[in-house]
């Protein structure tokens, strides 16, 4: 189970990471066609037609499939200068009401992100560029992000129950 | 409930959550909840699903992962190091020396960038570890890196500024070009502030006894060429019409790798640690963003940011006082607020009373960039504050207090240009002939 | 009760001032039963999730640009479709025969159009002065959606995708030569800082569209749903009349500033109307049975 969970949060952030660099690809293949193009006029086509679109979209899928990965290992930032000063057990009590909530609040997103997906593709919503893209895919995306990070969430939080300490973190000082 | 009193219990919930330890975009999301159910009739769910959804696909955003990533590359590679050592020796003699890089790196980075957050993110990505391992004090490390960065809103490309001229319908251009000498007052500004600071305690910057001829200093600047041809080819594609702003960023990161691999120091693993340390930053910035725009979309719901500057507008006040108290709320709005929302949130009340009282859009424009320039390095919700506690791992407070002189040197920029107004408006026009 | 009311554009936009109007009237005339406030700049939603935002009642009612519409179906955009309707008398006829067939297609999503104001028709903008179309052969010219892109295709001109906020820039680097949009665009952008020639070619009149959610419109009480129906029929009237006030105005703006404003020349015009019919072509093949019925009823 630990290994399957630490794989999935692994692999999606991989995948992040890919999405990244692909827009970066994306992106410069369109300097390189102005570039061409106002050397050599239209030879080549000069958009890669609705790359802003698509660049936005995977950014956004980009950005939620990360979520968990982040948060395992320390990246989502807080305020732990109260929690640095206080006992082991207050520390464990304040980890365990802040999990509560997260947990409470990423369900929630994720419950309505689930409805609005739906709704999208119920209703079968097109980006307005060049390109129709159907919105329901990097929606699906962006809500598959939001589960992982609920998962890593409630992952995080029995793994806290058990063993009594704060698992998470944060990065070291440099 | 009153509305000031709304204010500040949503204000208070938000210090609460954060002071628990509850990470920061979900303590955002969570004021926006408790907002929009208590303080409006709409649907919170959907509206918190529409907002996380539409906030997280903008085209302005793509360019913030990849000067991250072009930070993160030129960090794992010789070249930030190298660009450190090409300084050293020609800013010897200027009392606090290598911290004036922070100053000037930020404010030609923030020529290329649009937002203070990719700003800071890629100079302090270099700076903050070159800085600390030369003996610098980390408050003036900080402080020069969080002020600094506020910069990459002002001198143009600016997203803010953007957001300004499309909701007032005042050109673009014009607003860009009226950044300009603000933009350099500020540098000065901050520069002066360190140098002052190290003249007065020499004992505060590390000494560097070496003594260089011209000619070791010319030979160390060869150092320097890389970056600077990086900064040149990033810069140069948009004013060659290659690129916008944000495909420029793309272009960052080709050439970032690109001279990492001239340099020698280039692998697939670093390449690809830097890709995953950017997609982690970028992640942890995207997150607070949705949230953020979520509480920002349920203060509008609420009403509550207009109210309160409608009732600034009610006092009927001259132009100075008017401008004092507009001040004073929007330094309060952008504790808790980031700074496009204060815009989006707020003109539609403020500038007919701008108009009233006869301050032109134009500067009134680059007076709102620098007071949100300011909402970026105040606690609890700022930007650069989140930024460099994700590069540094110190505590968001202890930064803000580093911030904190940066912070008062905002605020006389902001005077200078209220006594001064034609540092904003000489070059634009100038520009119309 | 308290309606909120989102809009893309900012307070200065003659659409937000008329919409601001409209909310007085309904105010007034349900004696502040129904307050609609705005939410003006995209402060509450950005402008491509306002449309669902009313779907799924997050809010009553909201602004668009209608043609943003046209990925879902063809009948949304025909008001963008260049030279088919290039005057305001032609294109109030063209939203006659538009309003029931997408008044149909936004019944699907539960949504009810209220009122439909133009923008000003679109104008070329230049940096040399444009006399046929065979001077746009070779140009970089900016486009933003399927249809300009194959509106540069047909003149020879290189398309190229540029933001609304790059567009000054774009032009002073040589990103881009050439863009059609409205005197409001180009006087409010300070065009002449950057381009220098507008030639009123009115290619096409794009509208703005108000929809209400029709659960919630049905939930108000007769006299109220009457109140708002009066006051969105005020609005529209309102609404094209203030336009064309701002086209003239803004025209004006423009060739106060040094502006070189020209009108097609008979060559310009009837190569642009080739380009237009070709378009249409190619729209056709595309469009619903509805949306090819809209231009049907158009050239009766
Ligand atoms: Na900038
Ligand atoms: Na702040």
């Known amino acids: 189970m630990r290994k399957f969970l630490d794989g999935l949060y692994h692999i999606s952030g991989a995948i992040a990471g890919v999405l990244i660099l692909a827009i970066c690809v994306l992106i ?147 | 409930m009153s509305d000031p009193i709304i204010a500040l219990t949503l204000l208070g919930l938000l210090i609460g959550l954060l002071a628990m330890g509850v990470w920061v975009a979900v303590s955002l999301a969570i004021v926006g909840l408790v907002a929009i159910t208590c303080f409006s009739n709409a649907p919170s769910g959907l509206v918190l699903a529409t907002t996380f959804w539409g906030h997280s696909h903008s085209w302005s955003l793509t360019a913030l992962p990849l000067f991250i990533l072009m930070g993160e590359i030129l960090l794992r590679s010789r070249l930030s190091q190298d660009m450190f050592s090409g300084l050293a020796p020609w800013l010897g003699g200027l009392p606090g020396r290598l911290l004036h890089v922070n100053i000037l790196g930020c404010a030609i980075f923030a020529a290329v960038s649009g937002s203070s957050a ?47 001229g499309v909701a007032t319908e005042q050109s673009i251009a014009r607003l860009f070009v009226a950044g300009i000498l603000p933009g350099i007052l500020l540098i000065s500004l901050f520069a002066g502030y360190v140098a002052i600071r190290a003249f007065l305690n020499p004992d505060l910057i590390p000494k560097d006894n070496i003594k260089f001829s011209l000619r070791e200093k010319l030979r160390a600047s060869r150092n320097l060429i890389p970056v600077a041809l990086l900064i040149i080819g990033v810069i140069g594609s948009i004013y060659a019409g290659l690129a916008s702003p944000t495909d420029a960023a793309a272009l960052g990161v080709v050439l970032s790798i690109l001279l990492a691999y001239l340099t020698g120091s280039f692998s697939k693993s670093l390449i690809w640690d830097a890709v995953m340390s ?156 | ?108 999503q539960g949504l009810m159009p209220l009122f439909s104001v133009p923008w000003p028709a ?11 179309v065979e001077q746009l052969n070779g140009l970089r010219f900016r486009a933003y959606n399927a249809a300009l892109e194959e509106f540069a295709a047909l003149a020879g001109a290189a398309p190229v995708q540029v933001e609304a906020p790059d567009i000054p820039q774009a032009f002073s680097t040589g990103q881009v030569d050439a863009m059609i949009t409205s005197p409001s665009t180009g006087a409010n952008s300070k065009a002449w800082d950057f381009v220098s020639n507008y030639n009123a070619i009115d290619a096409w009149v794009p509208k703005n569209i108000v929809v209400v959610n029709k659960r919630m419109f049905d939930g108000l009480s007769a006299e109220t ?49 080739a380009i237009g019919a070709t378009m249409l072509e190619t729209w056709n093949a595309k469009a619903s049975d509805a949306a090819k019925s809209i231009i049907a009823t158009y050239n009766q």
């Open chain 1, 28 to 174: 410069s293949c369109q300097i390189l066609l102005n570039g061409l193009g106002r050397m050599f006029g239209q030879i080549l086509p000069t958009t890669i037609p609705s790359y802003a679109d698509f660049s936005g979209y995977m950014l956004a899928a980009s950005s939620f499939l990360a979520l968990a990965h982040t948060l395992r290992s320390g990246g989502h930032i807080r305020v732990n200068l109260i929690m640095q000063t206080m006992s082991k057990n207050l520390q464990v009590l304040f980890e365990t009401i802040s999990l509560i909530i997260s947990i409470s609040l990423v369900g929630y997103a994720t419950w309505f992100m689930a409805k609005l997906v739906q709704e999208s593709i119920h209703y079968g919503d097109k980006s307005s560029g060049i390109i129709p893209i159907p919105l329901g895919i990097p929606q699906s995306v962006v809500l598959i992000g939001l589960i992982i990070l609920l998962i890593a969430l409630i992952d995080t939080f029995v793994e806290l129950l058990r063993k009594r300490e704060p698992i998470l973190t944060s990065a070291d000082e440099v």
């Open chain 2, 118 to 164: 990719a700003t800071a993110a890629t100079i302090g990505r270099m700076s903050v570890p070159e800085l600390k391992e030369r003996g610098y004090p980390e408050g003036l490390i900080l402080g020069t890196l969080a002020g600094s960065a506020t910069l990459g809103l002002l001198i143009p490309p600016s997203i803010i500024l953007i957001v300004y």
């Open chain 2, 278 to 433: 950017a997609t982690r930053t970028s992640c942890m910035i995207a997150f607070i963003l949705v949230g953020a725009a979520f509480l920002s979309s349920a203060m509008g719901f609420t009403g509550l940011p207009r109210n309160l500057a409608a009732w600034i507008g009610d006092m009927n006040l001259s132009l100075y006082a008017l401008l004092a108290a507009l001040t004073v709320f929007f330094i309060i709005l952008g504790c808790f607020l980031d700074g496009i929302s204060v815009v989006v949130l707020t003109t539609s009340i403020i500038m007919p009373m701008v108009a009233q009282v006869g301050i032109d859009p134009l500067w009134f424009g680059i007076y709102l960039v620098v007071v949100v320039e300011m909402s970026q390095i105040t606690p609890p919700v700022g930007f650069n504050l989140f930024v460099i506690q994700g590069l540094t791992g110190i505590n968001i407070l202890r930064i803000a207090k580093a911030a904190f002189p940066f912070f008062l040197l905002l605020l006389l920029g902001v005077a200078l240009i209220t006594a001064f107004p034609s540092i904003v408006t000489f070059l634009p026009n100038a520009m119309s002939g």
């Open chain 3, 1 to 108: 009760e308290d309606w909120d009311m989102p809009t893309p554009y900012g307070d200065s936009t003659f659409h937000t001032q008329n919409i601001s109007q409209f909310a007085k009237d309904v105010s007034a005339a349900t004696n502040g039963d129904l307050n609609i406030t705005i939410h003006s700049a995209g402060s509450l939603f950005p402008h491509g999730e306002i449309k669902n935002a009313v779907r799924s009642r997050q809010v009553p009612l909201g602004e668009f640009f209608l043609s943003t519409l046209s990925n879902e179906d063809a009948a949304y955009g025909v008001d963008s479709q260049p030279f088919v309707a290039t005057s305001y008398e032609d294109a109030a006829k063209l939203w006659s025969a538009q309003k029931p067939v997408i008044t149909e297609l936004l019944a699907e």
């Open chain 3, 122 to 132: 679109q104008g070329l903008y230049t940096k040399n002065e444009i006399t046929a």
């Open chain 3, 225 to 273: 749903q009457q109140a708002v129906l009066d006051a969105a029929q005020a609005a529209e009237t309102r609404g094209w009349e203030m336009s064309a006030e701002e086209a003239t105005a803004k025209t004006a703006v423009m060739a106060d500033n040094g502006m070189t404003i020209s009108t097609p020349t008979d060559a310009l015009k009837s190569g642009l109307q």
